[in-house]
Nanobody, 119 residues
Framework: QVRLVESGGGLVQAGGSLRLSCTAS????????VNWFREAPGKEREFVARISERGVNTYYADSVKGRFTISRDNTKNTVWLQMNDLKPEDTANYYC????????????WGQGTRVTVSS
């Protein structure tokens, strides 16, 4: 059974930092692209950051570029999202997503972790 478990969310003041973790089990983690998405109250889920299977390539939404850093350690089946200089508009539930593209594709989601940034 595949599981993605996010952790590290919480309440932080504007300008502060948080580090989210996404730990996977039940899959060959190094075969998966991992994304972070977020969903704010009343808004659609939006892409935040992506990291390639070996961690060579990373991509960020313009709204977080320069403030957030995605990284991974395949020996620990974990991806992190380091979030610095947080803003109230970063408040959302953050979800990690693992994607495998092949003859058959697989997509998995975690349950989310809540980030609240106070002004």
């Amino acid at each position: 059974q595949v599981r993605l478990v996010e952790s590290g969310g919480g309440l932080v003041q504007a300008g502060g930092s948080l580090r989210l973790s996404c730990t996977a089990s039940g899959l060959i983690f190094s075969n998966y692209i991992v994304n972070w998405f977020r969903e704010a109250p009343g808004k659609e889920r939006e892409f935040v950051a992506r990291i390639s299977e070996r961690g060579v390539n990373t991509y960020y939404a313009d709204s977080v570029k320069g403030r957030f850093t995605i990284s991974r350690d395949n020996t620990k089946n974990t991806v992190w999202l380091q979030m610095n200089d947080l803003k109230p508009e970063d408040t959302a539930n953050y979800y990690c997503n693992a994607d495998f593209y092949g003859p058959r594709s697989y997509y998995y989601w975690g349950q989310g972790t809540r980030v609240t940034v106070s002004s």
